[in-house]
């Protein structure tokens, strides 16, 4: 199996990497989900991807470009419906961005028009650009042909991808502001301690993103099991240990909102409850070892 990108995905990364730095700077991703910036996504083939003739690794090629730049909004789900409809996921009681929704997957059961939903929004979501509603009573569902272990394991694999950009970009931001902020007349980043943490904030990313292209490229050879629940799992713990350490990188200015730290955390803390969380994928994965 190669994991390294062939130059199509290159291309593609830096494609869409420019996209999103000319379109989704991070004053808007603060702004959260709305039509026209979905519309742009839809422009630039973000959610036809799969009928456009793109394998699952190009689509982690692009999600995890997305991650970087903390875009908001139901964007996996939005991606296997692909239709040109935004859609979004009742998980449990609760469904994310419900007011921008045109569709939601009810998974094991079918699909539900986002109108039919009856929820009450959430006064303090985790993430400030993922509103949250509650599901009141059982929408009324319409059942689909969908392979639902087929859609969750494209889901995890793509929501992986997007936590390991989210885990790539806290470290380049705080190896960045290690290098800018200076306590007793030194950049803080020639203190051993923080070098420690950003290695380990490296090493963390590198060994997700491994995981996710050979999860990606599991599912386009149509051999995925293990591989699929290593990536979500391990992406998931980089995202959220990342944030944290980036967080202490930052000292007393990573508590505060002016810097963008705490949207990467909180949200990777929202997509770690997304297609099964790392420890549920950490026990799928542990519970499938042969002990002999």
């Not at 494209?154 to 992986?160: D, L, S, W």
């Not at 989210?166 to 290690?178: I, P």
């Not at 992406?235 to 909102?257: C, D, L, P, S, Y």
Request: charged share 20%; glycine share 8%; aromatic share 8%.
């Amino acid at each position: 199996m190669d994991l390294e990108l062939d130059d199509d995905q290159v291309a593609l990364r830096d494609g869409i990497a420019a996209l999103l730095a000319a379109r989704v700077p991070i004053d808007r991703v603060r702004r959260g989900f709305d039509r026209p910036l979905f519309d742009d996504l839809a422009g630039a083939g973000v959610f036809s991807l799969r009928a456009d003739g793109f394998g699952w690794a190009d689509c982690a090629v692009v999600f995890e470009q997305l991650g970087r730049a903390c875009v908001p909004g139901p964007l996996v789900p939005s991606l296997l419906l692909g239709d040109g409809r935004i859609a979004g996921v009742i998980a449990g009681d609760w469904v994310e961005h419900l007011d921008a929704l045109d569709v939601v997957f009810v998974p094991d059961a079918g699909m539900c028009d986002a109108g039919a939903i009856d929820a009450s929004a959430s006064p303090w979501p985790l993430d400030p650009c993922t509103p949250v509603a509650r599901v009141n009573s059982p929408p009324p569902v319409e059942n689909r042909e969908i392979d639902w272990d087929a859609w969750l394991a494209h889901g995890a694999t793509c929501t992986a991808a997007f936590q390991v950009g989210l885990a790539d970009r806290l470290t380049d931001m705080s190896v960045a502001y290690a290098k800018e902020r200076s306590q007793f007349d030194r950049p803080i980043a020639s203190f051993q301690a923080i070098k420690h943490l950003c290695a380990d904030m490296l090493v963390r990313t590198e060994v997700a993103r491994a995981a996710v292209y050979a999860a990606a490229a599991a599912l386009d050879d149509g051999t995925e099991l293990r591989e699929v629940a290593v990536a979500k799992a391990l992406a998931g713990e980089a995202a959220i240990a990342n944030g944290k350490t980036a967080t202490q990188v930052h000292g007393g200015m990573g508590f505060t909102w002016e810097v963008d730290v705490h949207l990467y955390l909180k949200r990777a803390w929202v997509l770690d409850t997304h297609f099964g969380s790392s420890n549920v994928h950490f026990h799928s994965v542990a519970s499938g070892l042969s002990l002999q």
